[in-house]
């Protein structure tokens, strides 16, 4: 997964370094299980799209890298670009083809150059300013270069169920969008965005990974949780009991929930090869 918050310029606050910087204790883990329950679906999607020999790819905020070494690995891509605000995590592993980038995307000079492929997973629900950080990606495609923008989409709606783990989830969205500014309550415009910034063959879909007892989705919400307990707090809506009963819940064979979606979308730069 890239991560739920991408990598830190410290002290700045975008991008939700408040909670998820990358120089506590356990942040790669806390990435790496949300890669553990995504990174099949990203990459199905990229590899569906004809990710493959001699593209070149941006993938933005890569976090530890998952996806752009898969694009490697996997998809036999001719080189990555992983951008990201803190690159610790991703100059641990040097790999051949990964070219490393410390960058924020929202700087009025980020132009790293054109690509194939530019991929963002769970990065602009955590900025303003959505509607030209899409057109400003667009712009770095190649003619017949495919853009594709993973966020989360919130499914604890007022008819779910009352549980621990939806009560919790909502004073995290609440309090993250508090705090932060991280808002997925746009993220199903995606499509439509895309279209506005030009791109075509426009489509979407969504994923839900299933939460059960000691899965990497489950492990992910409870480390994400401890990690933004005081935006929660800060709601009202939880206290620390809360909060704990949640983190037990995603362990017993009580829970019954749905997780935050992914819904992914893309769209392809006009003119060009098509795969």
């Given at each position: ?50 990710a ?31 951008v ?31 690509f ?45 169920p ?35 910034a ?78």
């Open positions: 997964m890239n991560s739920a918050a991408p990598g830190s310029v410290p002290g700045d606050g975008r991008y939700g370094e408040a909670f998820f910087r990358p120089d506590r204790a356990g942040e790669a883990e806390r990435i790496d299980f949300g890669a553990l329950a995504y990174d099949d679906i990203t990459m199905d999607r990229l590899r569906a799209l004809g493959g020999a001699g593209w070149h790819c941006l993938d933005i905020g890569a976090g530890t890298g998952t996806v752009s070494r898969r694009l490697l690995g996997e998809a036999g891509v001719a080189g990555v670009l992983a990201d605000r803190d690159v610790r995590f991703l100059n641990a592993r040097p790999t051949p083809g990964l070219q490393v980038l410390r960058a924020d995307i929202t700087a009025p000079d980020f132009a790293p150059g054109r194939r492929l530019v991929h963002a997973r769970f990065v602009l629900m955590h900025l303003p300013e959505r509607d030209r950080l899409i057109g400003k990606l667009a712009e770095l495609l190649t003619p017949g270069g495919v853009l594709v923008l993973s966020d989360a989409v919130d499914l604890t709606s007022e008819r779910a009352a549980t621990p783990y939806t009560t919790v989830m909502r004073a995290m969205w609440q309090g993250l969008r508090a705090t932060i500014g991280t808002d997925v309550s746009w993220v199903p415009s995606y499509p439509h965005l895309l279209r506005g030009g791109l075509e063959q426009v489509a979407a879909e969504i994923h839900v990974p299933p939460l059960v007892p000691g899965s990497p989705i489950s492990r992910f919400w409870a480390d994400t949780w401890q990690r933004s307990r005081q935006a929660m707090l800060s709601t009202g809506l939880v206290d620390d009991a809360a909060v704990d009963a949640a983190v037990r819940y995603l362990e017993s064979d009580a829970c019954a929930a749905l997780s935050a979606g992914m819904l992914t979308s893309w769209g392809r730069k006009p003119g060009g090869p098509t795969c």
